[in-house]
């Protein structure tokens, strides 16, 4: 079934989902709040963008032309309404493409960021996947890697360009070998808790293509209140109310 919701606090946005489908979650509001965006950002692209909610939280900080690439087609047909429900056409492009075929028909060095909130979980005998393709492909590295996102983005990224990604903290080793592999510097990396005296379960990480080195870590992000609201910090990311109501379509 599909519905339209109000984006996660932001009370002018709304996005289409599938009651069906994988539903994005905090992650992705938080990646494209972390990003670092300056006045000479001017291209961003996010890899597997699928109902464009992070090109949509973006166009709230910058006026940055934003690319997103998804390869599901029904998350590729939610992304369009998404976007042209907000009216945000002239700032947001969807492609519906495999993120590999699409930076091999592109140039390299285009892009001032990349942001992506990729499958976590690697692929194994002892992998349980689910039987929604959908969920499959947006949970488990059955079409997209962590090496694939970081080996894209070092081509397509400009000099100095940010990759920045969310995931899980047990993959964080994984991120860091990969980004020096492929020469993205890491740079600035958060743990993000689910309340205090919680083990993190959200990294947030960004590197700078051929960036020089230096990382910083920042102050520990708490999601939730032990009464389960949200906590100020989290708030604070919500710049136009709290509202959450849905819409069956």
Do not use: W
Not at 84 to 90: A, D, M, S, V
Not at 106 to 134: A, R, W
Not at 145 to 167: C, F, R, Y
């Amino acid at each position: 079934m599909r519905i339209l919701n109000y984006l996660l606090g932001y009370e002018d946005l709304k996005i289409y989902q599938d009651t069906d489908m994988f539903h994005f979650s905090l992650d992705s509001v938080l990646l494209p709040n972390f990003v670092t965006i300056n006045k000479n950002t001017k291209k961003i692209l996010d890899i597997g963008t699928g109902n464009a909610v992070i090109p949509i939280i973006l166009s709230t900080r910058t006026k940055a032309n934003i690319t997103g690439v998804e390869i599901q087609e029904k998350s590729y047909q939610l992304g369009l309404e998404s976007i042209h429900y907000n009216k945000l056409e002239k700032q947001i492009d969807i492609i519906h493409s495999d993120i590999k075929k699409f930076a091999c028909q592109i140039e390299s060095d285009q892009y001032d960021i990349i942001t992506c909130n990729p499958p976590f979980f690697k692929v194994g005998e002892d992998s349980h996947l689910n039987e929604l393709k959908e969920k499959m492909v947006a949970r488990h590295e059955v079409c997209l890697t962590l090496e694939d996102v970081i080996k894209i983005s070092k081509k397509l990224l400009k000099n100095n360009g940010i990759l920045a990604l969310v995931h899980r903290p047990e993959r964080l080793i994984d991120i860091l070998i990969l980004m020096k592999n492929y020469n993205i510097e890491p740079k600035k990396i958060q743990f993000v808790y689910p309340k205090m005296n919680k083990n993190a379960n959200i990294v947030l990480i960004e590197g700078h293509k051929n960036g020089k080195p230096g990382l910083t870590l920042l102050p520990p992000l708490y999601t939730h209140e032990d009464n389960g609201d949200y906590t100020k910090a989290i708030k604070g990311y919500f710049i136009r109310g709290e509202k959450n109501v849905s819409e069956e379509l």
